[in-house]
């Protein structure tokens, strides 16, 4: 490495890079944003380089920034990986791992494997990240090293580079209000409720999407007229006051007895999996909270490349 240039620097820059806002990548990495952005600077001064373009509202990555980003995570996974690789000589397994998670878990109780994971190897760190633009994003973050693991829902790829194994699956149903004039119906098809005003996530959210081509399968058109990046909860409280109706997996929609579910004539089926680089590639401490995954998934073992 550049004489002077530290792990931590490193590690601070990739933060940046990732969340494109010091203060962000402060919250992310747990210091103060002083003490990140003079790391940042002190890096590009030892490198000579401008890493950032913090000319625009949004710090952006220059072209040097992006070249050296890839190598960056390249180092910090060699690092990590070389630090647990001496795990067994300390008589418990310790780490980091970076885990990309979802904003619902449908019939699987992720916090549950996430504590008895913890309480198994208490010297296991982990990072949960929560993506802001859908957890297809998680993909490319697996592919580059930046994270270790990921629930992905509904993705609209799948990397050969990329283990994608099934966790679970469930039907999505309408949620309305009691009142409603198809709270009363035991089944509908999506071209019935083709003119309602419908209350979803973000485009690039897998759910969002799932809703959107099934629409279109069918020949018509959703009208989303509220877009919402919180979870279910958030969204059965609009719905609850009159603002719309939605789509929800049948298990978050039993959590919210007030309201009615209709079942779908065609079943919408949401799909979660568990994203990761192939075994030979995972560090041992994600590896192992991949087995506890999969150990509490319903769907346990089923693959997809």
């Known amino acids: 490495m550049v004489e002077g240039m530290e792990l931590r620097q490193i590690e601070y820059f990739v933060a940046v890079a990732g969340e494109l806002s010091f203060t ?14 003079t790391a940042v600077a002190k890096l590009e001064r030892e490198l ?23 190598h960056a995570n390249d ?21 980091t791992v970076e885990f990309g998670s979802l904003i619902s878990f449908g019939p699987m109780d992720v916090a549950r494997a996430l504590g008895d994971f913890h309480s198994a190897n208490p010297f296991v760190r982990l990072r949960l990240r929560l993506s802001q633009s859908g957890a297809s ?5 697996l592919l580059d090293g930046s994270l270790d693991l990921a629930l992905v829902s509904v993705p609209n790829r799948f990397p050969p580079q990329l283990d994608m194994r099934l966790l679970f699956e469930e039907p999505m149903v309408f949620v309305c209000r009691d009142d409603h004039a198809m709270a009363r119906r035991k089944r509908l098809q999506l071209a019935d409720v083709a003119g309602e005003e419908l209350i979803s996530y973000p485009p690039e959210f897998g ?8 629409f279109h399968a069918a020949g018509v058109s959703p009208r989303t007229f509220y877009e919402v ?18 789509f929800m997996p049948e298990s978050e929609a039993r959590r919210f007895p007030a309201l009615r579910s209709v ?7 949401w799909q979660v999996f568990l994203a990761s680089p192939p ?18 998934a319903p769907l346990a073992g089923h693959s997809r490349q």
């Open 229 to 246: 990046p919180a979870g279910f909860a958030d969204i059965a409280d609009l719905v609850a006051n009159g603002l719309g109706t939605t």
């Open 24 to 37: 962000r990548a402060a919250e992310r990495v747990h210091v103060v944003q002083s003490a990140l952005s």
């Open 263 to 269: 079942t779908l004539s065609d079943p919408v089926v």
């Open 137 to 141: 994003a998680y993909l490319s973050a």
């Open 207 to 214: 759910l969002r999407r799932l809703i959107d081509d099934a």
């Open 75 to 95: 180092v910090l996974r060699v690092a990590r990986t070389a630090a647990d690789s001496v795990s067994e000589f300390r008589g418990s397994l310790s780490g």
């Open 48 to 70: 000579q380089v401008q890493l950032f373009d913090r000319s625009r509202q949004q710090i952006q990555l220059t072209a040097a920034g992006e070249r050296f980003r890839v």
């Open 279 to 296: 075994a030979g590639q995972m560090t041992p401490a994600s590896a192992r909270l991949a087995d506890t995954l999969l150990a509490a």
